[in-house]
């Protein structure tokens, strides 16, 4: 949320903005939440390199690099092309949990399992890497290498002692704090009340669930399918991944031109209602299979939506009595801004 320049000198109320984050007034918790994702990736990325650096005068042009339920190696790979899959698994988990960690609700219960499953991940992962390096340090032949079951034991050991520092500095960054929502008058359509002159925006992620889960899969299997086949069969996966990631999180916006959605990384396409076009705005939660019909941008009998889950949304009903709806948190504070603004270009009209 921001505020906009005004031509009087601003109020204590106006320096406040409306943030509008329900649980966090500055984001703060929510940066601090995504760099605690984050975090355990980048170490073990650290340590694989670490281990690469000091094992690598011993390691044979080609890694073996698959395995078989026995142990037996069936695939070898450059140590470059190593490197690179090390790389592209760390990062695009790390950024694959820094985006589930960024889009979670601060006070949501499957954060904490959230940010915790993506220690044990980093901790399996990164100590099989490292078990794959010393299975190849002065090997001759990579048919000959061994990777015994038992280094999977291992693996899980690791990502049980990583979980419990992800959950040791989860508690050292304690709860999320609380922010005031704004109270409807019964009978009206809710606002916010701004001084004459006073400009106010509101912004939220409005993240989806299921696009963001089918896009680290296909990132997942993308790398996987780099790793050991090749890039040309995980060249389409990888870009499918990524499509459903730039589109898993659009931004809705209220401002002085209106009610806006687009997408995270992109400019287009945007969704857009102007505040002249605004006759009301209300919160309410929506079932989107029931009343939409599926996921995405749907159109129905009397007004569309961009549907992303189930739960709360900003209905806007139009100046020609259509509907446009979308599915977003602290959509009480966002409805209740845009009918200010509509209520002002209205005044502005008469």
Not at 176 to 197: C, H, K, M, N
Not at 256 to 283: C, E, K
Request: aromatic share 8%; proline share 7%.
């Amino acid at each position: 949320m921001h505020g906009g320049r005004s031509r009087q000198r601003p109020t204590p109320n106006a320096l406040f903005y409306y943030y509008a984050n329900k649980g966090v007034f500055v984001n703060r918790f929510r940066y601090r939440t995504t760099a605690l994702a984050v975090l355990p990736f980048l170490l073990a990325l650290a340590v694989d390199l670490v281990a690469y650096a000091l094992l690598r005068d011993r390691l044979p042009d080609r890694l073996a690099s698959h395995f078989t339920g026995n142990g037996q190696s069936d695939d070898t790979q450059s140590r470059g092309s190593y490197l690179i899959a090390a790389l592209a698994l760390h990062l695009g988990l790390g950024a694959v949990w820094g985006l589930l960690a960024y889009a979670a609700k601060p006070a949501a219960r499957g954060l904490r399992a959230t940010l915790a499953g993506g220690y044990a991940t980093a901790g399996l992962v990164g100590y099989l890497l490292v078990a794959v390096l010393v299975a190849n340090a002065d090997a001759t032949d990579p048919a000959r290498v061994r990777l015994p079951w038992w280094q999977i034991a291992v693996g899980a050991g690791v990502g049980a002692l990583a979980t419990a520092l992800g959950l040791l500095l989860m508690t050292l960054l304690g709860p999320a704090p609380a922010a005031p929502e704004p109270s409807p008058v019964p009978g009206e359509p809710p606002r916010l009340d701004l001084a004459e002159g006073e400009t106010a925006g509101w912004m939220r992620r409005a993240p989806s669930r299921v696009l963001l889960v089918v896009g680290a899969a296909l990132i997942a299997a993308g790398v996987a399918l780099l790793s050991t086949v090749g890039a040309s069969p995980a060249i389409g996966v990888l870009v499918g991944g990524l499509a459903c990631l730039a589109f898993s999180c659009p931004y809705v916006t209220v401002d002085r031109h209106g009610l806006t959605a687009r997408p995270t990384a992109l400019p287009w396409p945007r969704i857009r209602v102007p505040v002249s076009d605004v006759d009301s705005a209300v919160s309410r939660d929506v079932k989107i299979l029931a009343e939409y019909g599926g996921w995405g941008y749907r159109v129905r009998p009397g007004g569309s939506g961009l549907m992303l889950r189930s739960g709360e949304a900003i209905v806007v009903r139009r100046r020609n009595g259509r509907e446009f709806a979308v599915t977003v948190d602290d959509s009480v504070t966002g409805a209740a801004l845009l009918n200010t603004l509509a209520g002002r270009e209205g005044a502005k009209r008469r």
